[in-house]
């Protein structure tokens, strides 16, 4: 039957869209996270310059290990949303293999 064959060019149609958009949505974070990457070391550079310096008392290093750790937590987050949307972009990528896959299999009439 032509019908379902008509249906798995449409799904791999529905899959190949779902699949630019994973593709700009990956870009434009990984974009966001390297240019927020880049801010968060430019101030850690600026703290331990600040903690080097010759008047360094106890409450300077009390503020640096917080501020360190916010940003140390802030890498983290910004690690695993890019982590996520990779994967995510990863099964996509799979899935329209595997549709790809399919409709090449497809006898032609």
């Known amino acids: 039957g032509g019908g379902s064959q008509a249906k798995e060019v449409l799904d791999l149609h529905k899959t190949v869209d779902n ?4 593709e700009e949505s990956l870009l434009n974070l ?8 880049a801010e968060l070391l430019t ?3 600026r703290l331990l310059q600040n903690i080097q310096g010759d008047e360094v008392g106890d409450y300077d290093i009390d503020a640096y290990a917080g501020r360190l750790q ?18 995510s972009f990863r ?19």
């Open 19 to 22: 699949l630019f958009e994973e």
């Open 30 to 37: 990984h974009m966001n996270v390297i240019q927020e990457n």
């Open 43 to 45: 101030e850690e550079g």
């Open 70 to 87: 916010e940003i140390l937590d802030r890498k983290a987050e910004l690690i695993t949303m890019l982590q996520e949307q990779l994967s």
């Open 91 to 109: 099964h996509q990528l799979q899935e329209e293999e595997n549709a790809s896959q399919r409709i090449g299999q497809m006898p032609s009439y």
